[in-house]
């Protein structure tokens, strides 16, 4: 045995060989031999790694047990930070790697480290802590891995309420590995080799479990309020790269956890359902309703003036017959199509959520009472139509739960009918009126499209695309691109109007903007001479505008103007096709009497008719919100006292789809 190193009796490091060693190295070198040759690494990375741990596997250190802390400590947090950043090694590519602030990276350290000082506590040495810490944040990590490469979409703690489904469809996925996952694995190995090497003990181990404690809590106030304003990011890898992994994690867990309602109690809820027990009975014939959410439709027009060489939505503009025209609140800007889709199609807002959360992948119950299933238990067929990949979103689970009968995602659709990368809308509506003309006699039939045409970004130039709009006075490309593709979905509806206008049978087409385009921050000031930042209140409600209509081919009420929010268009909606209202879609009703428009940032105040913040409401104002939010936490938390009279799910029970291919 050669001894390395000795500084008096606190330390020494020796190097011995031991028979086992070798066998443990090629064990460890056969498994790596198999991925060098199934994914191609460079062998020199092989070999360096075999020397790499047959030398650690042959050190032995010796340390002095007089003072435990002088080695735990810098065990602890310089492997805190070799597990942040090996996670983040395993996730993002270098591109994607970069974007991350070494603040950020920080705070990802940081909630390692708490994860290292709890399980400190209970293993009493600090070199099993740090492999069982280690392993669990890899494993964690490895989790997230698989879960992207299936669905697109990062794993957040939401998702463990869904594990049994996700294992019970593993096995319709292929497992791939890349070669970046293969040397993170070979990190993983060398470092719970080396960390085996500290067999540090304490004997004191209340006392340690007190400091221990003591640091985790103090990481964790630091790091809520560092990240009061965080958001968990939940779009493909940005929760990776915008706030590091573990990090976003971390927020997904704060986010799970709504806070009840002051004013809630089951006393609350029952008081309400006595107001609403009795519904209307639904008469009359039902007309046919589509739906079309498009994606990035807005008219910039409410955040202020500009001039073009063309209108981009002329015939949008000139719809007036049978028609309820205005605008309407969203909750999201530039992102985060999803929530819209849930505010229409449950009446609930994103107000009474946490910031920046995405229902369909944090708070949608395997049981959503929703425009879906208050439909179908009158006998409608519900179709979905969305051309994009059935996996953004969680739309092919989410989809299922709301009770869809069928689903029609991107492979429905021809694929050559594109503009840029996207399917047109032009395409969108072929295929409802298809499916329309496909309907059996006598069915009622509802269908939800949510368009693609629009999407962001704008800057890139396409062969397939000619763009007819341009600002006069001003040099915005992307604000071109934008305009352009708003008159191609303009020339898009008047084909869907045009269409159903010759159909015989009724039929009700309700449309609106999920929310406002990201566009360039310097058009901003062009457009409101203040860009996104230090605006009033109606000045930022003014970015989360977007417009709508709701149709119908037969006479009806037209009126223009309206002002209302996207939680409450669905009962618009229904009002307007002469379906009796569910006693929520009436509570609703009711409240927009009160308060026309909710949103994520605040509601108009129709006594002092201006926006305001829902928590300067007052009066009665103020009880009609408190009510809302009551019945929407209800829905959406309370798992033993959900009211059946507000929230009744499928009747039938049956949420199995049909083939859309059928």
Request: hydrophobic share 40%; proline share 3%; with cysteine.
């Amino acid at each position: 045995m050669a001894e390395l190193l000795q500084i008096e009796d606190m330390m020494r490091l020796k190097l011995y060989f031991d028979k086992r060693n070798l066998t443990a190295l090629a064990v460890v070198m056969a498994v790596m031999g198999v991925l060098c040759l199934w994914l191609r690494f460079p062998p020199w990375a092989l070999l360096g790694f075999g020397a790499l741990y047959f030398l650690i596997k042959s050190l032995k250190i010796e340390l002095s047990d007089k003072m435990p802390w002088l080695w735990t400590a810098p065990l602890l947090v310089g492997s805190s930070i070799f597990s942040a950043y090996q996670v983040q090694y395993l996730l993002l590519d270098q591109e994607l790697r970069a974007k991350i602030s070494d603040a950020k990276m920080f705070q990802n350290s940081l909630c390692c480290l708490v994860v290292y000082l709890v399980v400190q506590v209970f293993a009493n040495r600090a070199g099993l802590a740090c492999i069982i810490s280690h392993i669990g944040l890899m494993l964690l990590a490895g989790v997230n891995y698989f879960v992207y490469l299936f669905r697109g979409n990062e794993f957040i703690f939401s998702d463990l309420k869904s594990i049994a489904t996700g294992l019970s469809v593993a096995g319709n996925y292929r497992f791939a590995l890349d070669v970046r996952a293969v040397y993170a694995m070979m990190g993983t190995v060398l470092y719970v080799a080396l960390a085996r090497k500290f067999p540090v003990f304490f004997k004191r181990r209340l006392w340690m479990g007190g400091i221990c404690i003591s640091i985790a809590v103090l990481c964790g106030a630091y790091l809520g309020y560092k990240t009061e304003n965080y958001v968990t990011e939940t779009w493909e890898q940005k929760g990776s790269y915008r706030n590091g992994y573990i990090l976003n994690f971390a927020l997904s867990i704060r986010d799970s956890f709504v806070k009840e309602p002051k004013e809630y109690s089951h006393k609350a809820v029952e008081a309400l359902e006595a107001q609403y027990g009795k519904t209307a009975a639904d008469e009359g014939e039902r007309p046919t309703l589509i739906v079309v959410m498009n994606e990035s439709y807005a008219d910039l027009t409410v955040v202020g003036d500009y001039q073009v060489n063309m209108e981009p939505a002329p015939f949008y503009r000139s719809l007036t017959e049978n028609t309820v025209k205005g605008y309407a609140l969203s909750s999201v800007f530039g992102a985060k199509t999803p929530n819209s889709e849930w505010e229409f199609l449950t009446g609930n807002s994103m107000a009474f959520l946490p910031s920046g959360s995405v229902v369909y992948q944090q708070y949608i119950s395997e049981e959503p009472t929703s425009m879906v299933s208050n439909l179908k238990n009158i006998g409608y067929t519900c179709v979905a139509m969305h051309p994009y990949y059935e996996t953004g979103w969680s739309r092919n689970t989410v989809y299922q739960d709301l009770g869809f009968d069928e689903t029609y995602f991107l492979e429905d659709f021809d694929q050559k009918a594109t503009l840029r990368e996207y399917i047109t809308d032009r395409q969108l509506y072929e295929k409802i009126i298809h499916r329309f003309e496909g309907k059996k006699e006598k069915e009622d039939l509802f269908i939800m499209s949510i368009s693609m045409q629009n999407h962001g970004g704008y800057t890139e130039k396409y062969q397939n695309f000619k763009e007819e709009v341009r600002l006069l006075g001003a040099n915005y490309p992307d604000v071109n691109q934008y305009l352009s593709l708003v008159h191609e979905s303009d020339k898009a509806l008047e084909y869907l109007i045009s269409y159903f206008e010759r159909v015989e049978e009724p039929v009700e087409i309700v449309f609106f903007g999920d929310h406002q385009p990201s566009l360039s921050s310097h058009f901003y000031p062009y457009l409101n001479g203040k860009g996104l930042s230090r605006l009033t209140l109606r000045e930022l409600e003014n970015l989360y505008t977007v417009p709508f209509f709701i149709w119908t081919n037969y006479e009806s009420r037209e009126e223009e103007g309206v002002m209302t929010s996207l939680n409450f268009l669905s009962a618009l909606a229904l009002e307007k096709a002469g379906i009796a209202l569910p006693p929520y879609q009436q509570f609703l009703a009711d409240l927009m009497e009160v308060t026309p428009a909710i949103n994520a940032r605040g509601y108009y105040s129709k006594s002092a008719g201006k926006f305001k913040h829902i928590e300067d409401a007052a009066g009665e104002e103020a009880e009609w919100i408190s009510k809302y939010e009551t019945l929407q936490y209800n829905e959406m938390f309370d798992r033993k006292g959900k009211s059946e009279l507000f929230f009744p799910y499928l009747i039938s029970g049956d949420t199995k789809q049909i083939d859309s291919n059928n």
